[in-house]
């Protein structure tokens, strides 16, 4: 197992300098031009293998129309459309609270200071009715909130080892490193509707938080490991028994600041509010609480870099936030000069991995690496497969959402061309039963990690 460096590069295991790279157009060579498709899509639909419910009981009906009433013209054509697919009373949240219970909770209830519930309202159903406007591209800072933070550095705690002068300068070059975070915002979207909107609400209550009842399972494959993970990652939670706890998901201190920045001062193709609380969170969540919104930046002792999220912390974040305990497999074999030197199997397996997933309902989150001109490995980039279709040449076609490509459409790229670029995927056991050799031994993780830390702290 080696470790891998999502929105970033991958130094902190082979020491290499991180070269910028324009993430946009680094895989422009194997995307599919348009005009190869049968057609042009905006929509694609997520198989989600459940009953819908679309007819409301007398009182949601009530709830609707008051929630509606307080949306704009937009909005009220997109919570009809929720409606009329099964989103708008999906109720698999982790409370069993529907879509249209956590609307009326956002418009009935106060929000954090500073923000406006009817923005967040609206902001929440735009991405539930598209989940592709989904971006970690961070917002610019107005001169006037500037200066506030740079006459009060301590409020907005700078890093202890950073000079303010810098600190203030990285404050106003932020590029996001954040496509962990915004890729598992999306796969909660659009896979679990009901609970995305459940954890928004909480964020941008009063409270900034918002709780989840996990099992230990969820976390990890054991007990043991479970609760190793949650220590190391310094997670707030309480046992309610032996099997069950509850964990206080929460974004970094300096989030609604951003947020509430991003609610009057959005541009096209920026994040919206419920985008930074979300994004901030998962990476505060991944990084051992140790993230700052205003810089992008983290600690923590799982990463020698000081941005994204490596494959321990992205398996740890997606965990507790989405229940799902996924593996993360490492495809791509590189040496400590960052090459690729081989693969783990080969790409008919990656595919056969992937599209199994996909057949089962999950999105899967997966790593592909950028290379420079002569084949090193430069940086990392993380991205979501939702579909396989086939162009007109019977060619197959991988459908992705990109969370830094500005804009609200999927991304297609072809599977061959996409295969040998792919380092890692995050998986279902069940995808892996017959390929029990990539998957670690009980503790072998937790033996792998400590060595990891051992070595970093050296």
């Not at 470790?3 to 599919?32: D, E, L, P």
């Not at 697919?85 to 956002?106: M, Q």
């Not at 309610?240 to 609604?256: H, Y």
């Not at 061959?416 to 017959?434: F, M």
Request: net charge neutral; with cysteine; hydrophobic share 35%.
């Amino acid at each position: 197992m080696i470790n891998s460096i999502c929105g970033t590069n991958f130094n902190n295991v082979y020491g290499t300098k991180q070269i910028a790279v324009n993430k946009k157009t680094a895989t422009n060579s194997v995307r599919v031009p348009s005009e190869n498709l049968l057609e042009k899509k905006s929509n694609v639909s997520f198989g989600s293998y459940r009953i819908i419910r679309t007819e409301m009981t007398p009182n949601e009906k009530k709830i609707y129309s008051k929630v509606a009433s307080a949306l704009p013209q937009k909005q009220r054509f997109q919570i009809e459309n929720l409606l009329r697919r099964g989103i708008l009373l999906d109720s698999r949240s982790n409370d069993n609270t529907t879509v249209l219970d956590n609307l009326n909770k956002i418009l009935e209830e106060k929000r954090a200071r500073g923000l406006d519930k009817k923005i967040v309202l609206s902001e929440l159903v735009n991405t539930l009715n598209n989940p592709f406007v989904i971006t970690q591209k961070f917002g610019d800072i107005p001169d006037k909130e500037l200066i506030d933070i740079i006459k009060q550095p301590g409020k907005y705690k700078p890093q202890a080892d950073s000079k303010v002068e810098q600190y203030n300068s990285s404050i106003k070059n932020v590029h996001s490193c954040a496509c962990v975070a915004a890729s598992i915002e999306f796969d909660l979207a659009t896979k679990q509707p009901a609970e995305f909107a459940r954890i928004a609400n909480g964020l941008t209550s009063e409270n900034i938080c918002a709780e989840k009842k996990l099992k230990m399972t969820d976390i990890a494959p054991s007990w043991t490991e479970a609760s190793w993970f949650l220590n190391e990652f310094k997670s707030d939670y309480v046992r309610n028994n032996w099997d069950n706890i509850t964990v206080k998901m929460a974004p970094d201190r300096n989030a609604i600041v951003r947020a509430r920045i991003q609610m009057t001062n959005k541009d096209p193709n920026e994040r919206s509010l419920i985008d930074v609380l979300m994004q901030s969170t998962f990476m505060n969540i991944g990084s051992q609480q140790t993230y700052n919104s205003l810089t992008d930046n983290r600690t923590g002792k799982f990463n020698t870099d000081n941005t994204g999220l490596t494959d321990i912390e992205k398996s740890f974040a997606e965990a507790v936030s989405t229940g799902k305990n996924k593996y993360s497999i490492t495809y791509q074999q590189m040496n400590d000069d960052g090459f690729i030197t081989g693969y783990e199997c080969g790409p008919e397996k990656v595919k056969k991995h992937i599209t199994d997933a996909l057949k089962m309902g999950e999105n899967v989150i997966i790593g592909y690496t950028q290379q420079d001109e002569n084949g090193k490995v430069i940086n990392g980039h993380e991205i979501t497969i939702v579909a396989v279709e086939k162009d007109e040449n019977g060619k197959e076609i991988f459908v992705c959402n990109d969370t830094d490509d500005e804009s609200d459409l999927p991304v297609r790229y072809y599977v061959n061309d996409l295969l040998p670029a792919i380092h890692h995927a995050g998986l279902p056991k069940e995808v892996l039963k017959n390929d029990k050799e990539l998957l670690p031994s009980e503790y072998e993780a937790i033996d792998y990690y400590k060595s990891l830390l051992k070595n970093n702290a050296a």
